[in-house]
């Protein structure tokens, strides 16, 4: 069975995932699509983009 946003309920893509535990809480269990977390952050959908792009250069395991 597939994750959902908790806050929309669209179906979350792998990297979604994965940069809310980097960014917020590595035991999460319940996760944000990217355009939740960018309204719940105050943040624009593009920096969250740039973010996962960055951990993934990084080697980030998170993001494999």
Known sequence: ???QCFSCGRELS???IAVY???VNRGARQYLCIRCFA???????ELI???IRQFREMGCTLFQ
């Open 1 to 3: 069975m597939a994750e």
């Open 21 to 23: 535990k980097r960014l």
């Open 49 to 51: 983009q740039e973010k």
């Open 14 to 16: 792998r990297d979604e």
């Open 39 to 45: 309204q719940s952050f105050g943040v624009s959908e």
